[in-house]
């Protein structure tokens, strides 16, 4: 029996700055919370291949898994959570704006 379809968003990497981005109803954002999150099987198949026909803009596009929470997306493995959040060498960029503890 195949595994059900659990919700996501279309995640890519900016090709230029090279910053963790999330597909939008109408292109891109650096934030999660804005990112479009996708119910339907067929529609996120549809999304990805839209993403991954923007080779001049994006690279490495995939659908990541999120859960929602009060209607804001939130990732399930680690490895989103750590991308969303941005470098982690020292705070700056995504993390000055970071304030809980994530480990």
Do not use: C
């Not at 891109?28 to 996120?44: P, S, Y």
Request: charged share 25%; aromatic share 8%.
């Amino acid at each position: 029996m195949p595994k059900p379809f659990t919700p996501k968003v279309v995640t890519a990497n900016a090709l230029l700055e090279g910053d963790v981005i999330y597909m939008t109803a109408s292109g891109w954002t650096r934030d999660l919370a804005e990112a479009e999150v996708l119910t339907d099987e067929a529609d996120a198949d549809l999304r990805l291949i839209e993403a991954q026909s923007q080779p001049g803009s994006i690279v490495g596009a995939y659908l990541a898994d999120v859960t929602l929470q009060d209607g804001v997306p939130h990732p399930t493995h680690f490895r989103e959570d750590f991308r969303a959040t941005g470098p982690s060498n020292y705070p700056h960029g995504k993390q000055e704006t970071v304030k809980e503890e994530r480990f």
